[in-house]
């Protein structure tokens, strides 16, 4: 039996295993800021990203950042989501769970609603500067798009939120 396909060998999928498991949950949760909220889709959007590495895992694990390559699969799965999305899917504004609770949950949702409100290029960039830390010229290598329009899109995207906000986040953020 070949030793990559039963064992951790570079590249193998015990490899790809492991780095899934590692980087899922991350993988989620930012799909979960991109998507607006959704939960169910963000686990798809993941999976579907996930699936995309697994098919050419062999050069992916040679990357100097697989998981950075992880991240710009997500967030292209994401915008190719946008564009294809079918009229097949049915969008509700009620979930059959219900969220965890977090330390400020009426500032968490407003925020991300605030945030689902955004078009989806500045969503991706907001998300990209300051959930997922990374630099103008990261983003914009995700994004394909010049650090400049990174600068302007978030500029705008901030006011944007800021705007969509307004009186609701001060009484919010009040401690």
Known sequence: MDSTTTSGAR???LEFRDFAAARSRHLIRTAYLLT???AHLAEDLAQEALGKLYGSWRRVCRMENPAGYA???LVNTFLSHRRRRSSREHVT???AESAAPAVDPALRLTLIQALAELPQQDR???VLRYWEDLGVEETASVLRLTPSAVRSRASRALSRLR???GSEFDELARP
Do not use: E, I, Q
Request: zero cysteines.
């Open 71 to 73: 991240r710009t699969v």
């Open 11 to 13: 590249g193998g999928p």
């Open 36 to 38: 607006g909220g959704d």
């Open 163 to 165: 705007t969509g906000l």
């Open 93 to 95: 504004d009620t979930f």
């Open 124 to 126: 991706a960039v907001l």
